[in-house]
Nanobody, 127 residues
Framework: QVQLVESGGAPVQAGGSLRLSCSVSEYVGRSFCVGWFRQAPGKEREGVASMNRNGGRTYYADSVTGRVTISQDNAKNTVYLQMNSLKPEDAAMYYC????????????????????WGQGTQVTVSS
């Protein structure tokens, strides 16, 4: 059972930056993906970014492209989400999730593709 623990969420002013961290208990297989998702009150959970554990290919939602970077520290089994130029609409509970890539090694941004989830970390953005 893969376990994930998020940290780094905090209140921040619009235009500011945050780095979220996701500690991953284990990586299972070569086709392993880690993704960041977010859910604002009253809205559905949506994919923000994902990364293939092997090779490091990254994938981003259009709404965050250019402002967000997903990265990993293999030695620490940790995946990061660096968020810059934060906007009030970025405020949400942010979740880290793990799953498998498709047969081409592509990682998804769909909630259903990730069976393992952390408990979330809250990001608040004030205008």
């Amino acid at each position: 059972q893969v376990q994930l623990v998020e940290s780094g969420g905090a209140p921040v002013q619009a235009g500011g930056s945050l780095r979220l961290s996701c500690s991953v208990s284990e990586y299972v297989g070569r086709s392993f993906c880690v993704g960041w998702f977010r859910q604002a009150p009253g809205k559905e959970r949506e994919g923000v970014a994902s990364m293939n554990r092997n090779g490091g290919r990254t994938y981003y939602a259009d709404s965050v492209t250019g402002r967000v970077t997903i990265s990993q520290d293999n030695a620490k089994n940790t995946v990061y989400l660096q968020m810059n130029s934060l906007k009030p609409e970025d405020a949400a509970m942010y979740y880290c999730a793990a799953g498998r890539s498709d047969s081409r090694g592509v990682c998804s941004l769909f909630v259903g593709a990730f069976p393992y989830w952390g408990q979330g970390t809250q990001v608040t953005v004030s205008s």
